[in-house]
Structures are given as structure tokens and as C-alpha cells.
């Protein structure tokens, strides 16, 4: 099922209106649907597709070569539409490694066919750190053709909401906290199934679909695995000051740099930055955790306790190792879908002025979960308690208190709680119009 990517789908229109044959590299992590993307782009034109494959030079070559003569044949017909045809080239990455020409003599090709004007060119790549870091330099005079590069991300959490149509949003927010926006991974859930049998059925069982998937993930854009498992088990225990870390695994911080920027470009790892406030002695800086919502799930959950996964039954090792802390797991994705909602409200104009971008504030004496800085320098906060319990006074009070670290007064307080709020506290902001109560059912 194709949801969302609207934005994306408009970027690849537009680039087709272009005059001469324009080149636009679309990229992203496994998974994250750029063929799928491509595809639902290519049903609206003549299209040519090409999947790259390892193979030695001239092979790959011959192969190629069979679909540059289809592709001519497209664009040499008088009788073509307006539209162009859309080349697609399909993990363009793997050309490269064995046929060092491939840019060049495409280049070449490019200029002497009758392409102008008919073609688009659109290079699919999984290899983030490729076309992050080499691309430009591996493709030489090719490169000048390039007139967009797209990296395609996760899905936000309206267009999980989209993809999951009829779910309650507990239950969207909690997938959401177990495989993140990658559709790859979303395709794989069974809305018929509980969490728990899906969890058991997707990475617990010795068959199942995702019991193996972190290691190969991996695998695929880092070497030095076992170091970079021992960071990834450690960032998973939510301490995320650098100096843990440091501690923790005994390694230098250089070497620490060195694999936390790997983690962070492949969108693994991040690193937080906290809402700078006026008092800035109260900020904790030097935080990093697990951006990938599956790889922080199975880190958490699942790799430090390998060994009971292969001994005991699946069933026995959800109940052991995940059923209890499942709970508090999700509510740091509750923190996301909240920040989401926020800048949907800022952008139709239903908060109280114009505000930048959410942040967190990291402070030393507690964590505010959303802040909002406003263009009239008002601010916002706000508070998420994902909790079996209604939010009551005393939750409120406690953000008051944080709230003190900022060095001034909020101007705007926004409660957002899974179960609702007591009466107490209802009553008490009741007719304050600068305190917004929103529950679940409200996102």
C-alpha cells in the first residue's frame, strides 16, 4: 500500500519539467521505500527500469548496455509524449564498485544519444555513507548533471496514522516505538495479532523475519561489528551523557567520536542538543542515544539478553525481558508524536503566536520533554506522561519546578496524557487559557 510521500512525489514531477535530462539521486537506508517511492512515480509515464548487481565488469556492461538501447528506442519515437520517460537505476551504487567507467562512459552516452529533452535519469541508492561522502568524487564530470539529491526518511507519525487506518492510536504510537517509520518493517506487522504475538512472531521466534535483522543492517554500511554492538548496548541503557559511554565500554573518546559519527550518519545514533536557555549553567551537554527505533528496541530489549533467547521459549523470554518495561519504553516515542502535533498546530496557526522548531531541554535537574521558543521570545512547554495514571497537580507541579532551570516563566503550558487528567488538576487550570489539556484522542 502506497501512503504518503507527497512531497517527495511533487519534488520528482518538478525535476521531470526540467529541460535537457535531468538527474536526481534518490537515496536512503534499506527499507525505507525509495523503489516503492520510484514506482508509484514511474505509473504516470513511460518508464525503464535497471536493478544493479554485483557482477564483474563486463557483465554488468552487457546488461546495461541491453537497456540503454531500450531506453533510446523509448525516446526516439516521433510519436512520444510530452512526458518523460523516466530511467530508473536501481542501487546505482553497485555499478560502480567493479566498472570504474560506468560514470563516464554514461556521461559519454548521455551527450551523443537522442535523450535531450525525453529522458529523466533516477539513480536509487541504500548507500548513505556512499553518496554522502563519495559519490561526487567517484562520479567525475557526471556529477555536473545532478540537479537534486533526495534522501528519503522514515514516515512521521500522520502518515503512520495513514498506513495503519481503523488502529487506535495507543496502538499506532507503539508500533511506531517498536519499528520506527520504515515501511519495510511496517509491512511486516499483523494488525490481526496482539503486540506481544507480534513481537514474538517477528523477532523472537528462530524464524522469524526480524530475529536477525539488527545484525545485518548493520553489516551492511559497518565494519568492526563487536565495537559497534558494545556502543549500541550501552547508548540502549538511556544514559546518554558521553562520559558514561566512556566509561562504560573502557574505549578512548576518540574512538568513541569516531563510531558515534558512523552510527549518526547511517541514522543510527544521534546527538542531543538541548534548548539553550537563559540560565545555560543548568544545560547538560554531550548527550547522544539510539535514533533507529527497532535498533534501540532490540539493544534495550533483545540483544542483552541473547543468550535466554536462544535457551528459552519465546513466549517465556517476552514475559521475562520485555512485558514490564514495554511500557516505559513507548513513552519516549509518545514525546515524538507530541512535537509532531505541535508543529502541525503551529503551521494552521492554532498556537498562541508563531514558534520556532520543538526542542528538549536536558537539564541537571530534569528533563523538560518539548519547549518551544516563540518569535516574540513567549515560551512554551510541555509535558507527556504516558502512564497507566491520569496526570494529576503534583505532575504539573514537578514540571513548574523544572521549569525553573529555564530562567524564566513559561508563557504557555501544554499537558499532554495518555489517560486523561484528575479532576483536581482539570479543575485548577480550568479557565486559564494558557494551559491546554490534550489527551490521547486529541493527537
Not at 562512459?105 to 525525453?118: A, G, K, Q
Request: glycine share 6%.
Amino acid at each position: 500500500m502506497f501512503v504518503g510521500r507527497k512531497n517527495e512525489l511533487a519534488q520528482l514531477k518538478a525535476v521531470c519539467k526540467k529541460s535537457g535530462v535531468p538527474v536526481i539521486v534518490l537515496y536512503g537506508r534499506e527499507g525505507i521505500g525509495k523503489t516503492t517511492l520510484a514506482k508509484e512515480f514511474a505509473k504516470e509515464r513511460n518508464c525503464v527500469y535497471y536493478l544493479g548487481r554485483e557482477l564483474s565488469k563486463e557483465e554488468q556492461k552487457r546488461y546495461f548496455q541491453d537497456v540503454l538501447r531500450q531506453v533510446t528506442a523509448l525516446a526516439s519515437k516521433e510519436d512520444m509524449t510530452k512526458d518523460k520517460i523516466c530511467f530508473i537505476v536501481d542501487e546505482f551504487d553497485v555499478m560502480e564498485k567493479a566498472y570504474k567507467e560506468f560514470f563516464a562512459e554514461l556521461d559519454e552516452y548521455v551527450t551523443d544519444s537522442p535523450w535531450e529533452d525525453r529522458v529523466m535519469l533516477l539513480l536509487v541508492s541504500s548507500s548513505v555513507q556512499w553518496i554522502e561522502n563519495q559519490m561526487v568524487d567517484d562520479m567525475g564530470t557526471f556529477a555536473a548533471r545532478i540537479v537534486q539529491v533526495m534522501k528519503l526518511k522514515e514516515f512521521t507519525f500522520l502518515e503512520m496514522v495513514n498506513r495503519f487506518p481503523g488502529i487506535t492510536t495507543e496502538e499506532c504510537i507503539t508500533i511506531y516505538s517498536l519499528l520506527g517509520g520504515v515501511p519495510g518493517y511496517l509491512d511486516l506487522w499483523d494488525l490481526s495479532k496482539s503486540v506481544r504475538d507480534n513481537i514474538i512472531r517477528l523477532m523472537l521466534v528462530p524464524n522469524g523475519p526480524l530475529r536477525k535483522e539488527a545484525a545485518r543492517f548493520l553489516k551492511t554500511s559497518l565494519r568492526e561489528l563487536p565495537f559497534y554492538n558494545t556502543i549500541l548496548s550501552v547508548l540502549a541503557e538511556d544514559e546518554p551523557k558521553l562520559n558514561y559511554l566512556y566509561n562504560r565500554t573502557g574505549f578512548s573518546r576518540a574512538k568513541i567520536s569516531v563510531y558515534i559519527k558512523n552510527l549518526i550518519q547511517i541514522d543510527v545514533a544521534e546527538k542531543y542538543f538541548s534548548y539553550e536557555p537563559k540560565k545555560k549553567e543548568y544545560v547538560m551537554k554531550g548527550l547522544y542515544g539510539i535514533s533507529d527505533r527497532f535498533l534501540h528496541f532490540w539493544y534495550k530489549f533483545i540483544f542483552p539478553n541473547s543468550s535466554a533467547l536462544e535457551y528459552e521459549e519465546a513466549e517465556k523470554f517476552y514475559e521475562n525481558h520485555i512485558e514490564n518495561q514495554l511500557y516505559g519504553f513507548v513513552e519516549q516515542m509518545y514525546v515524538r508524536v507530541c512535537k509532531e502535533f505541535l508543529v502541525l498546530m503551529d503551521q494552521y496557526g492554532k498556537l498562541p503566536g508563531k514558534f520556532k522548531q520543538p526542542e528538549s531541554f536536558y537539564g541537571k535537574e530534569g528533563v523538560i520533554p518539548i519547549v518551544l521558543a516563540g518569535q516574540d521570545e513567549k515560551l512554551l512547554v510541555a509535558l507527556c506522561k504516558w502512564s497507566p495514571e491520569p496526570m494529576t497537580g503534583a505532575d504539573f507541579e514537578a514540571l513548574l519546578k523544572r521549569t525553573e532551570q529555564l530562567g524564566q516563566e513559561a508563557d504557555y503550558y501544554y499537558l499532554f496524557s495518555k489517560e486523561g487528567f484528575r479532576s483536581e488538576l482539570s479543575a485548577a487550570v480550568s479557565g486559564m487559557d494558557n494551559i491546554e489539556l490534550i489527551d490521547l484522542e486529541s493527537l
